[in-house]
């Protein structure tokens, strides 16, 4: 079963063309919201997909008592609730669910890790799941080492008597800065080996996330143009209209920098910067991207501020709707700090990059739901249309949207038909919509089939997590320092605080409308 060739729209075009070996996944935190909205929807959707080996059986983990029956019937109102595709097809969850069991344990209690290894190994013997283990960490984050500690000492970490694989998949966030991720990085890994873990960041697993390396090392004529040389700034844009949707106790104690920009956005600037891979595999892969994390310019904790806007959303209207501030939403601090929008400058040393500046901004409750990176060139040396509105031409832009909309836009100056010349911007595009006649897999189920197969490529490496953790780290220091701006001081339904649009102007540049 290991290397049956299939052919898989999901892996097209990259190396092991193959279907997973049979496999058992336990899911920690199984009746949290993580499982129901994201993880069984996209396993159901494999599943459809015809992408899931045979004997593939689920064990949901959690704390409160369940009967397996009840766990499975939680898990359809799910999959119907937020599947891509629904609602679900009676026939294949028949199929489906005769996979899915639930054991019912603390994270603390030894014991309940001994029932669990006696699940998996009716597995083994019921299901033929022939000892290869995916155990997924989907709990609150300071549950991590316990659930590790006690897979270790159960001897769970390792092949039973089936022999066989065990990996480890870690959702996001890893750590709250640079030293509790080093903390947890060792710990997991005394148990782990560094190949058996998988740090999962879904933006990675977006068809457009994984196009902008197509994009940038399958067409020739970027690359000579891809540096300092022509590029005059990169923006990466993570708009979102929602809130904080009842996350409020995580979120108070997180913000926008560690929930957004620590991990999605510095794998989106990663992307954009690294240097060609030698080849497209995890490791090489991984290098390029981890060599320009490493390049961020170290960020003096004293300065942050000339480096840095925060802001917090107050009441607002979004999408026609009245939306409260965050300080009343339910298990927020109504004197709290924490920032729910952030921008903030970078910049990549290193030769490609030196002096191009990386502007990234992410916040809630702004008008509308959009993830853009724009790479702005330079103007044109030399203006020969003097007179012909080629003043107010906007320079060109290269803008890649990863959602909604998704595809690629180049705008460039055209000349206005008619007697006279007459300059004005336009776009030339390219819509995942209209090029492709496929729906795109969610991240989820693109990053859980990967590691089913042990492809690692869109996985975070130790050395990388930490990288991205450096300049966060220094940043959080330095607001730790300096008192926040009075907040809350951004309506939402707007683009964030006014000072957004002030940190740019000082570079003489401003903010794309996406
Ligand atoms: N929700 C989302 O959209 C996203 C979540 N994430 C990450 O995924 C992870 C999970 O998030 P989410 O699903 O929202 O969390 P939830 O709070 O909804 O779920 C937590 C789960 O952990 C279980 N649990 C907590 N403590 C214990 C314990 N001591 N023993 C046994 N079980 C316990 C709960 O079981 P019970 O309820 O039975 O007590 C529940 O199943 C987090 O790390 C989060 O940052 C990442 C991206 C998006
Ligand atoms: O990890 C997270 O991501 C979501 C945004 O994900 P997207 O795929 O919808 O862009 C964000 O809302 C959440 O706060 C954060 O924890």
């Not at 390029?288 to 009441?315: C, F, H, M």
Request: hydrophobic share 40%; aromatic share 10%; charged share 25%.
């Amino acid at each position: 079963m290991q290397s049956a060739t299939v052919a898989n729209p999901l892996r097209e075009g990259l190396p092991q063309e193959r279907t997973p070996a049979p496999c058992a996944m336990v899911i920690f935190g199984a009746s949290g919201d993580l499982t129901r909205r994201k993880l069984m929807p996209a396993l159901y959707n494999l599943a459809l997909e015809g992408l899931l080996p045979p004997g593939f059986s689920v064990v949901g983990y959690a704390r409160r008592d369940l009967e397996h029956g009840t766990f499975r019937d939680q898990m359809r109102e799910g999959v119907n609730q937020f599947s891509r595709r629904r609602p679900v097809d009676p026939d294949m969850w028949e199929v489906f669910e005769q996979g899915i069991s639930y054991v019912q344990g603390t994270f603390e209690d030894p014991g309940d890790y001994e029932r669990l290894g006696q699940e998996l190994r009716r597995l083994d013997r019921e299901r033929g799941t022939q000892g290869n283990r995916i155990y997924y960490l989907a709990t609150p984050p300071d549950q991590y080492e316990t659930i590790v500690d006690n897979l270790g000492r159960a001897g769970l970490n390792k092949p039973g008597e089936a022999g066989g694989w065990t990996r480890l998949i870690v959702e996001k966030p890893f750590g709250r800065d640079l030293q509790s991720a080093m903390v947890l990085n060792d710990r997991v890994l005394r148990i782990f080996e560094e190949e058996q873990v998988f740090r999962i960041d879904h933006y990675l697993g977006k068809e457009t996330v994984q196009n902008i390396l197509a994009f940038r090392f399958a067409n020739g004529i970027f690359e000579p143009i891809w540096n300092r040389n022509y590029i005059d700034n990169v923006q990466i844009t993570v708009a979102e209209s929602i809130g904080i949707e009842g996350r409020g106790a995580y979120y108070d104690q997180s913000g926008a920098l560690r929930d957004m920009v620590q991990n999605h956005m510095l794998q989106l600037l990663s992307v954009i910067a690294m240097e060609p891979p030698i080849a497209f595999e995890a490791d090489a892969v991984r290098d390029e991207k981890v060599k320009a994390l490493r390049a961020i310019r170290q960020v003096d904790p004293a300065r942050v501020d000339e480096i840095t806007v925060r802001g917090q959303y107050s009441a607002g209207w979004v999408g026609g709707q009245p939306v409260p501030g965050y300080r009343e939403e339910p298990n927020v601090d109504p004197n709290s700090m924490t920032e729910t929008f952030v921008a903030l400058k970078l910049f990549i040393d290193n030769w490609r990059w030196a002096g191009v500046p990386f502007y990234l901004r992410t916040g809630k409750r702004m008008p509308r739901r959009v993830t853009e990176i724009a790479i702005q060139f330079k103007r044109v040396p030399h203006p020969l249309f003097r007179g012909a509105a080629a003043e107010s031409l906007e320079p060109n832009v290269l803008a890649i949207r990863i959602q909604p909309d998704e595809g690629i836009s180049l705008k460039i100056a055209a000349k206005v038909p008619g007697p006279q010349i007459r300059l004005r911007s336009v776009n030339m595009g390219f819509l995942y919509g209209t090029s492709f006649l496929v729906e795109s897999p969610d991240a989820y189920e693109r990053l859980l089939l990967d590691c089913m197969l042990g492809d690692s490529t869109l996985f975070t490496r130790r050395d990388e997590t930490e990288a991205a953790w450096r300049p966060i780290t220094a940043i959080l220091e330095g607001w730790a320092e300096a008192p926040p701006p009075l907040f809350p001081n951004y309506e939402a339904g707007t683009w964030g605080p006014p000072e957004a649009d002030e940190f740019l102007a000082r570079d003489g540049r401003e903010w794309r409308r996406p």
